[in-house]
């Protein structure tokens, strides 16, 4: 089954099948063999040696306590028509850390000019690399990020005007 996720800014192809009494979740063509437990309405995954605990309800996903801000998209929608009914951001943008990492480059500076969904900053969180995308078009009005640092949960990395 594939299903597309929307993260901070940046749309998903996430490919889960079952095999072996686990699942292989590929994440943008990167595989990754996960265990799951359910206890309690928590689930307990084993990505490698690391476990994560995750709780989805109705609002809001967690993961080690962190809430993400995620949708998962219907996968009846095309990536075109989800992305064009998208209404573009006004004002400032901030580009937040979507949970605790530690910055592997920065792809932008102060003043250059950016498209939507252009790359601005790659953070390393739970063992992926993850780029942080542009929402909307502007122009880089700070950078906060610096290359090998690391970061919390919701910290500001980039803002655009």
Known sequence: MTLYVDAYGRRYAVEVTRRDGAFLVSVDGRQRKVDVK???GVLSLLIGA???????????????????????VSPRRTWGRAR???????????????????IVRVLVKAGDRVE?????????????????????????????????STVEA????????
């Open 50 to 72: 690391k476990s994560h605990e995750v709780t989805v309800t109705d609002r809001a996903v967690h993961v080690d306590g962190i809430p993400l801000e995620v949708a998962i």
């Open 116 to 148: 939507s969904r252009q790359g601005l900053v790659v953070v390393e969180a739970m063992k992926m690399e993850n780029e942080l995308r542009a929402k909307a078009a502007g122009t880089v009005a700070e950078v906060r990020a610096t290359e090998g």
């Open 154 to 161: 919701g910290a500001i990395l980039v803002i655009l005007e």
């Open 84 to 102: 064009a009914s998208q209404p573009p951001a006004d004002g400032p943008q901030e580009i937040k850390a979507p949970m605790p990492g530690k």
């Open 38 to 40: 359910e206890t309690g």
